[in-house]
């Protein structure tokens, strides 16, 4: 392949390579050639990724923009690419020419270029995706780290089928949170009936708002009955696909409290009467 010096020719006598090592989905809009570990062709997306102009890139050597702490992997992978031995896109950070870090996904194909040996890349920012994805990372570790600081068991429900469940429901139940996920809530109760009845009293309440709470016989692992203060909210702005959120604290011994108080104040009035009788 002859260079002609102009950018349009010279991508045009790449075509054949292209079609032959571009992904089916066409996903890669970076375009650009190494010989002897220096960018002998560069196409204007590749140049911007970094912020460089096709001009400054030309010449250059590859390895200089990939982040001192990829290089390694970086070219370990291109290396498994270019024997055939790996298919997989692989990713690494490169330094922008202002200095900023970018990722980089790439896939690599040997070629000849001008009568050589040489590496045709194909590649995309994929900064934003990157970026995107830790902070969802990110939010979902204070997620979990709020959830875990509850105490208070809390469960998330899909048609009610537990799909989260945070450390307190082993305190609360005595399950660990890992054995409830993908069951049924109908462990947490004692029986059918009740199963049935706080599945109705639930959905029928978040069909007209948006938290509901009550107390409810609940049951452990190791089968003791307890009661329990159970808050529920629907995930979104209605109920679709019945998602929900649910809270059950074990109130058992605040109940048996309240119950020997109401006994104690009964006895403490009939006592009050027999001695105004007597008197």
């Known amino acids: 392949m002859k260079s002609t010096g102009n950018f349009r020719d010279d991508f045009s006598m790449l075509i054949p390579e292209l079609k032959a090592a571009v992904p089916p989905e066409g996903a890669y809009d970076s375009v650009y050639v190494v010989q002897n570990g220096k960018f002998r062709f560069v196409n204007p997306q590749f140049a911007a990724a970094g912020g460089f102009t096709e001009k400054e890139m030309l010449g250059m050597e590859s390895a200089r923009i990939i982040h001192p702490d990829d290089r390694k992997e970086a070219r370990e992978n291109a290396v498994k690419m270019l024997h055939g031995e790996s298919t997989l ?59 875990d600081a509850l105490p208070i068991a809390v469960l998330g429900m899909h048609d009610r089928r537990i799909m989260l469940a945070n450390n307190a429901v082993e305190a609360v139940f005595g399950w660990k949170p890992e054995e409830l996920i993908g069951r049924n809530s109908r462990v947490l109760y004692r029986n059918d009936k009740d199963y049935q009845e706080i599945g109705r009293s639930v959905y029928k309440a978040l069909q007209k708002k948006r938290t509901h709470t009550l107390e409810f016989p609940c049951r452990r692992k190791d089968g003791e009955n307890i009661i329990c203060l159970l808050s529920v909210a629907r995930i979104g702005e209605y109920l679709k696909d019945r998602r929900i959120i649910a809270t059950y604290e074990d109130i058992t011994e605040r109940k048996r409290a309240e119950q020997a108080l109401q006994e104690s104040e009964r006895t403490l009035k009939e006592l009050l009467k027999s001695y105004q009788k007597k008197g």
């Open 89 to 147: 896109p692989y990713t690494f950070r490169i330094l922008a020419k202002d200095g900023s870090v970018k990722w980089i996904q790439e896939t690599v194909h040997p070629i000849t270029y001008k009568g050589k040996r040489a590496v045709l890349g194909h590649s995309m920012d994929v900064t934003a995706h990157r970026e995107a994805m830790e902070k969802l990372r990110d939010l979902q570790a204070l997620q979990n780290s709020i959830l």
